[in-house]
């Protein structure tokens, strides 16, 4: 026979459970989530995980998850390209490993556990020295969230996804299904802060998705097991995945000569690779067009040699 404050306790956890299903914005009257926990059935005791890569493993991948109830989709999708992580589920383990560095990239997933600040500090530094991430946070925390571009808007667990038509988004169709495992809470709203870019919407308008620190870092408002198709949710993983190891190539190179008379000489040049291509033009050009290979983050310089009028 229970007691009553644990009574009490699984009665809280039970109205959680329904404004859940309702998409409320707060969890429970006077506290937007769990104090101990965001499973809403206790997990049972986990063990502790910590897989090292393999030599083959062409990048250092380094995954904390705490805790999953469906689908691991970064789990599913860092095994379909090939990567051996170093995975753990110990939150305290995850900061050692973080601080020893040596990481291509960092994907830390808070779902279950309210642990944040034992690694926050170390996952901030990564971030701002350069480092690539993908995180998401049941909790929220500000800090965290900040790191990476983002606030939470107050309002929780939605039922779709709208995406845009960036890499983080191929293969998949709008409307992306959301379906809750058992979580309190599977999907917070977020906003763009700082250099944060929107790359996916939940129906009400928040963001789902945000890109930022240059287009290394990006943070999901919904927890990878959270998706009403796993396949949907692994070729996400999948996506992000890619989209922070392939850096994107820019597209285009172009431009005009103003004020010159017959035909110039154009020089392109990549002084990153130092490939370059020249282009006879009397007034356009694209070096892209004519051959040249542009990367994001590479120097480029165009010269003109004609006459002018």
Same mark, same amino acid.
């Given at each position: 026979? !229970?007691?009553?404050?644990?009574?009490?306790?699984?009665?809280?956890?039970?109205?959680?459970?329904?404004?859940?299903?309702?998409?409320?914005?707060?969890?429970?009257?006077?506290?937007? =989530?769990?104090?101990?926990?965001?499973?809403?059935?206790?997990?049972?005791?986990?063990?502790?995980?910590?897989?090292?890569?393999?030599?083959?493993?062409?990048?250092?991948?380094?995954?904390?998850?705490?805790?999953? +109830?469906?689908?691991?989709?970064?789990?599913?999708?860092?095994?379909?390209?090939?990567?051996?992580?170093?995975?753990?589920?110990?939150?305290?383990?995850?900061?050692?490993?973080?601080?020893?560095?040596?990481?291509?990239?960092?994907?830390? +997933?808070?779902?279950? !556990?309210?642990?944040?600040?034992?690694?926050?500090? &170390?996952?901030?530094?990564?971030?701002?020295?350069?480092?690539?991430?993908? !995180?998401?946070?049941?909790?929220?925390?500000?800090?965290?969230?900040?790191?990476?571009?983002?606030?939470?808007?107050?309002?929780?667990?939605?039922?779709?996804?709208?995406?845009?038509?960036?890499?983080?988004?191929? &293969?998949?169709?709008?409307?992306?299904?959301?379906?809750?495992? %058992?979580?309190?809470?599977?999907? /917070?709203? +977020?906003? #763009?802060? @700082?250099?944060?870019?929107?790359?996916?919407? !939940?129906?009400?308008?928040?963001?789902?998705?945000?890109?930022?620190?240059? @287009?290394?870092?990006?943070?999901?408002?919904?927890?990878?097991?959270?998706?009403?198709? #796993?396949?949907?949710?692994?070729?996400?993983? /999948?996506?992000?995945?890619?989209?922070?190891?392939?850096?994107?190539?820019?597209?285009?190179?172009?431009?005009?000569?103003? @004020?010159?008379?017959?035909?110039?000489?154009?020089?392109?040049?990549?002084?990153?690779?130092?490939? &370059?291509?020249?282009? =006879?033009? =009397?007034?356009?050009?694209?070096?892209? @067009?004519?051959?040249?290979?542009?990367?994001? %983050?590479?120097?480029?310089?165009?010269?003109? =040699?004609?006459?002018?009028?």
């Amino acid at each position: 026979m !229970y007691s009553r404050p644990l009574f009490r306790r699984f009665t809280a956890i039970a109205a959680l459970a329904i404004a859940s299903v309702c998409g409320s914005s707060a969890a429970v009257a006077g506290d937007s =989530k769990p104090s101990v926990q965001n499973a809403i059935h206790q997990p049972a005791s986990r063990a502790k995980i910590k897989l090292s890569p393999q030599a083959t493993s062409a990048v250092n991948v380094l995954y904390f998850v705490d805790y999953s +109830l469906g689908t691991d989709s970064f789990a599913m999708a860092l095994s379909s390209l090939g990567i051996s992580p170093t995975m753990t589920n110990d939150a305290t383990e995850f900061n050692t490993l973080l601080q020893a560095g040596g990481w291509d990239l960092v994907i830390a +997933l808070q779902q279950n !556990y309210p642990a944040t600040s034992t690694y926050a500090s &170390s996952l901030s530094a990564y971030v701002a020295a350069g480092g690539k991430a993908i !995180y998401s946070d049941w909790t929220s925390d500000a800090t965290m969230l900040g790191s990476f571009g983002a606030a939470a808007t107050g309002s929780l667990n939605f039922l779709s996804i709208t995406p845009t038509s960036s890499a983080i988004w191929t &293969s998949l169709t709008s409307p992306i299904a959301l379906l809750n495992p %058992g979580w309190g809470i599977y999907a /917070v709203g +977020l906003s #763009p802060i @700082g250099d944060g870019v929107v790359d996916g919407t !939940y129906e009400n308008g928040d963001a789902a998705v945000i890109v930022a620190n240059a @287009g290394r870092t990006i943070i999901n408002g919904t927890l990878q097991d959270s998706y009403n198709d #796993p396949n949907q949710g692994i070729q996400i993983a /999948v996506n992000e995945i890619n989209y922070l190891l392939t850096p994107p190539v820019a597209s285009a190179l172009k431009g005009t000569i103003i @004020g010159q008379s017959g035909k110039a000489s154009v020089k392109c040049l990549n002084e990153s690779t130092g490939q &370059s291509v020249t282009i =006879k033009t =009397k007034k356009s050009f694209d070096c892209v @067009g004519a051959g040249l290979t542009i990367g994001t %983050g590479q120097t480029f310089t165009v010269t003109a =040699k004609g006459t002018v009028k």
